[in-house]
């Protein structure tokens, strides 16, 4: 079967699994002893499993799989969760990931994890770290009680006529062992060490089982270690003994079984079976699904894991790229009802303008639901944050709460596609720079838990992204002091700051330096590239803070790049678009309420004066003047809280317009984000309000 035409589906399905993967693993670290969490993982990951096998890619099967293993004994109350398993699960998340990645990308999703596999069988082994470092390995002496858990599935598989062995050998009062061994790191010949190995035990009792097999032993087709199955006479610590005294050889685990034990370990064979065969090879479930595996029903298990509803998916997966021709498709048909409107009003015929009217409002309610097509909510984006920031908060030994409110609100899928790299810089600048270590924090007070807050809402046409922490927030002199000496700005520029204009000295390309990140505690690195990434998007990035309380990024982004209301306006012969989501109000102004400060025209405007912009000299337009004018139509905008005012010639109206880039051809003109085509054909400038208030 060709599996190609199922790569682009298993590829989605498995990025949809690892995101659950991550978001159930940080509820689990929160609630080790949920079991119905557990449940729920361990669903995704055989699900994860299954897809990647039929598809042929054993690497991430084999890795799925060995998380399986540590899994099913966390869910069958044989394994308690503890920081040593928590990292190495989610190590193993940021392989599957890679693995993933490689896929996309054209790959074979292959990728050394040794480490991390050997990390996985030492877990189900028993040989999990404690708090304080020491080894909770079981010893020759373990009780039969944890031999279960330190057999993983492939060891428990003995056949019929092996299992039966083993029982005739325990009711003659033979010992039966399983034991473990490992061959040192450096060592060049395993199979002659296992060979010697093999040697000794035969000598000594019957090896029934071995995993790997005798030949894939033989042919070194194994990692370092190697168990089996032993019957013997002989006590397990002078066999330990004599296995560690052979050359090269590590370590050697031997754990006694009794007859509840195997029969014990045959049940879990058995159910591994019927789940195997149960469990859909590949699925397209939601990862809210999962969660329907059958949990034992006992008393202990949470009530979360006893009922689980799956409810039916009613969604489809749609190709962006034809959301893409959708979307212009219905530019041109609204191009073409803005030139049939202009007609009708002409022509002035009666049944024309009504079925053009009806036309319109038809084309408004599919406008919307084209929209709403291309919104995303901006949870696609957030889910990677809580996964980062813990890792981070680790890395740098601090306590760190990551709250996210608004995870629902929606956003233009072109917005969407570009705002998670600022995102991630801002964040790490909080969680880096803007959250104290734990000493700094008691010292000055506060919880030893700092908190991060991540809010998004919408607000107008406009949707405000904000990055809250309660650290030490911004020290202004040290910002102006490093800003002087790198000469962002002059001595005298500096004196007339306010507090907001210096936290933007923060986002000046001149602070990326390394001596800046001793002289302000890093802030300011990378942040020149998140403030042109958000103007690229039409958007602006606030800052304000308090020293000793915290600090707060505010991004305001526009909700689509695609169709937007504007205002437009003439300059002589010429026609803009103004995006309606800058403008504050419009008006006239008299000739003479213009004054002229240091070299600077500015203009009265509720009991203050802000600047007036000529567009006229601004874009070199010959036939259109403002000086010739006693009373100049004006259009203020704001940027923040900023005001200008801009001097036009006349306004021609508002209308939807669809913004159109203005191609690889033409380089990117100040003051311009884009074009759009009018109804009568004229192709019309989209101004860009924030570059032209500075």
Do not use: W
Request: some cysteine.
């Amino acid at each position: 079967m060709d599996m190609n035409q199922y790569l682009s589906m298993f590829i989605d399905e498995s990025n949809d699994h690892l995101q659950s993967l991550n978001e159930k693993m940080l509820e689990l670290e929160a609630s080790p002893e949920d079991i119905s969490i557990v449940q729920v993982i361990f669903r995704s990951a055989h699900t994860l499993k299954g897809m990647a096998a039929t598809m042929g890619f054993e690497d991430l099967a084999a890795l799925t799989h060995q998380m399986e293993n540590v899994l099913d004994l966390v869910r069958n109350d044989k394994l308690k969760m503890q920081n040593f398993i928590f990292d190495t699960l989610f190590k193993s998340l940021d392989a599957l990931e890679a693995m993933v990645q490689d896929i996309t990308q054209g790959g074979e999703g292959k990728a050394d994890v040794s480490a991390i596999v050997t990390s996985l069988q030492a877990i189900v082994r028993g040989e999990v770290p404690n708090e304080e470092g020491a080894s909770g390995a079981s010893d020759s002496s373990a009780p039969a009680a944890s031999a279960e858990a330190a057999i993983s599935k492939e060891q428990v598989q003995l056949d019929e006529f092996q299992h039966s062995i083993l029982e005739q050998s325990l009711a003659a009062g033979h010992r039966v062992l399983y034991i473990e061994v490992s061959i040192r790191e450096d060592c060049q010949l395993k199979a002659a060490r296992a060979y010697m190995v093999f040697d000794l035990l035969e000598r000594s009792g019957e090896v029934v089982k071995s995993h790997p097999t005798v030949q894939e032993i033989e042919q070194e087709k194994f990692d370092r270690s190697f168990s089996l199955y032993f019957i013997t006479e002989k006590d397990p610590e002078e066999l330990r003994t004599m296995i560690l005294n052979l050359s090269e050889i590590e370590d050697a685990k031997l754990v006694s079984i009794d007859s509840d034990t195997l029969a014990q370990l045959a049940e879990k064979l058995e159910k591994e079976e019927e789940e195997t065969a149960s469990a859909p090879v590949v699925e397209a479930a939601p990862a809210a699904e999962v969660a329907a595996e059958k949990a034992p029903a006992d008393d202990k298990q949470p009530a979360a894991a006893k009922k689980v509803v799956a409810a039916p998916s009613r969604t489809i997966r749609v190709d962006i790229e034809r959301l893409d021709v959708l979307m212009n498709l219905f530019s041109e048909l609204l191009i073409d009802r803005v030139r049939l409107e202009q007609l009708a009003t002409e022509i002035k015929s009666q049944e024309l303008t009504e079925s053009v009217e009806h036309m319109g409002r038809v084309s408004s309610d599919l406008q919307n639901i084209v929209m709403k097509l291309r919104m995303v909510a901006i949870d696609t984006v957030f889910n990677r944050f809580p996964r980062m920031v813990r890792d981070l908060a680790k890395s740098l030994g601090k306590k760190l709460d990551l709250v996210i409110t608004g995870a629902e609100t929606e956003l233009d899928r072109t917005v969407i596609d570009e705002i998670g790299d600022p995102l991630v810089h801002l964040l790490r600048n909080s969680v880096d720079h803007g959250i104290e270590s734990i000493a700094e924090r008691i010292a000055a007070g506060k919880p030893e838990t700092g908190t991060v807050n991540l809010r998004a809402f919408h607000s107008g046409n406009h949707v405000f992204i904000e990055i809250q922490d309660d650290g030490k927030g911004i020290d202004r002199n040290k910002v102006l002091a490093s800003a002087l000496k790198k000469g962002v700005v002059t001595e005298d520029e500096s004196r007339s700051l306010t507090d907001e204009q210096v936290y933007q000295l923060l986002f000046a390309p001149g602070f990326s330096t390394a001596e800046v990140i001793s002289d302000i505690s890093g802030r300011g690195v990378g942040l020149d590239v998140v403030k042109s990434k958000i103007a690229t998007l039409g958007g602006h990035v606030a800052v304000t803070s308090t020293l000793g309380e915290g600090t707060l990024f505010s991004v305001q982004l526009p909700l689509t790049l695609s169709i937007i209301s504007a205002m437009l306006i003439r300059l002589g012969s010429e026609k803009y678009a103004i995006p309606l989501s800058s403008i504050v109000e419009t008006g006239i102004i008299r000739k003479e309420q213009v004054r002229n400060v240091h070299g600077s025209k500015l203009i009265p405007y509720r009991d203050a004066h802000i600047p007036l912009m000529s567009l006229s000299k601004f874009f070199d337009a010959t036939d259109y003047s403002e000086e010739d004018e006693e009373e100049t139509e004006i259009v203020v905008i704001r940027k923040g809280d900023r005001l200008a005012a801009l001097a036009i010639d006349s306004f021609i109206g508002q209308n939807e317009i669809v913004i159109k880039n203005l191609g690889k051809y033409l380089p990117q003109v100040q003051g311009i984000s884009g074009a759009t085509i009018l109804g009568d054909g004229q192709v019309a400038l989209i101004l860009d309000p924030n570059a032209l208030i500075k």
